[in-house]
């Protein structure tokens, strides 16, 4: 189905109802985020009744996103007031037990769920799932879907759609950054988005607690597989007395992967008890998504996650065999393709 089919359908899905909730996965990232500012803006211009409800509130380092402060949480003193009979609309998520309190919005048979995202493995039917895994970002798809619709954007719209782009492309490094990932860009810095502002933004406004972070997990760095392997673990008790929250470790595992030898990064995370979240993270035709999807996880290839219902130090002794196979996988794929 080519791309303005997929528009089409999708805009004739949610014209097709008036009450929206929109929402996206636990600890909102800036494509989550931008896409739900973008999709908002395009219903509520459109005469709809948009909503945007999350589990988890925007982390304080975000909140630039979000001026008009139209994204809220369930975390906050949120009356459930107006949440009723609306259509969820979940962002950058395809896993409803992502969500997190959000599910309990959703109809047993999903009758009144959509999905728009980019990540792998989840096939689209163009009335509850509407995904492009060949785009980079959710906040593209959002773009290119107000686009579709002929509405023009504000400088607010596309700050918070160029956030999420340049997230979740690595700042325009990872292997789904398209041409026209770099036009949309471009359309949207003629809005008046400073780069280089957008930049400093994204990548700073942590704690000093990260620092010490880093140094805990550097101190129990571990590799594995000749050096093809290697993880941080972290446990709560850490972040307790760090004084940090789970963003505080944005991007550290990718620092994972920039030795050459290291093929696969992991990071280990006690988030609730007797549950291992694992953060993953691959370079080149190294595909961990085979490893994460038989535990209910996902993402993409290169770069996704799970949450292994076991604590941290069976989780580690049990998955990362399982990482292991990806290794011999890529190797004997690469040696038939030879």
């Known amino acids: 189905m080519s791309t303005d089919t997929l528009y089409a359908q999708l ?5 097709a109802v008036d009450r929206l909730m929109l929402t996206t996965h636990r ?51 949120y009356s459930p007031d107006g949440t009723q009979n609306r259509t969820v609309v979940s962002l950058d998520n395809s896993d409803t037990n992502r969500l997190g309190d959000i599910g309990r919005f959703i ?3 999903k009758s009144n769920l959509v999905v728009i995202d ?15 895994a060949d785009i980079g970002s959710t906040a593209e798809i959002v773009y290119e879907l107000i686009q579709y ?3 023009e954007l504000t400088p607010a719209v596309a700050r918070a759609l160029y956030a999420g782009i340049v997230q979740d492309t690595g700042h325009f490094r990872f292997k789904k950054t398209r041409p026209e990932t770099h036009r949309i860009a471009a359309h949207l810095l003629e809005y008046g988005v400073d780069s280089a502002v957008m930049a400093e933004a994204l990548d700073s406004g942590f704690p000093v607690g990260r620092l010490y972070a880093r140094q805990r997990l550097y101190e129990g760095l571990q590799l594995s597989a000749n050096e093809r392997i290697a993880w941080f673990v972290i446990s709560q008790q850490d972040m307790r007395e760090l004084n940090i929250d789970w963003d505080d470790l944005d991007g550290v595992v990718n620092e994972l992967i920039e030795p050459d030898t290291v093929q696969i990064g992991l990071l280990f995370t006690i988030r609730e008890t007797g549950k291992t979240r694992v953060s993953l993270r691959s370079r080149g035709p190294v595909d961990l998504l085979p490893a994460v999807r038989p535990y209910g996880g996902g993402g993409h290839k290169n770069a996704c996650g799970v949450t292994i219902p076991l604590d941290i130090d069976r ?24």
Not at 40 to 54: E, H, Q, T
Not at 118 to 132: A, E, K, Q, R
Not at 323 to 332: H, Q, R
């Open 27 to 77: 600890n909102p990232d800036p494509d989550g985020l931008g896409a739900q500012l973008g999709l908002d803006y395009l219903l509520r211009s459109s005469g709809k009744d948009s909503l945007i409800l999350n589990h988890d509130a925007v982390f304080a380092r975000l909140r630039f996103l979000d001026p008009e402060r139209r994204v809220r949480s369930l975390q906050e003193d």
């Open 149 to 151: 619709v002929g509405l």
């Open 315 to 338: 989780a580690v002794r049990e998955f990362l065999p399982i990482v292991e196979k990806c290794l011999v996988e890529t190797s004997a794929f690469d040696s038939n393709a030879v």
């Open 107 to 109: 109809e047993p048979d």
């Open 118 to 132: 980019h990540h792998d493995g989840i096939p689209s039917d163009y009335h509850t799932y509407f995904l492009n």
């Open 11 to 15: 805009w004739e899905r949610l014209q």
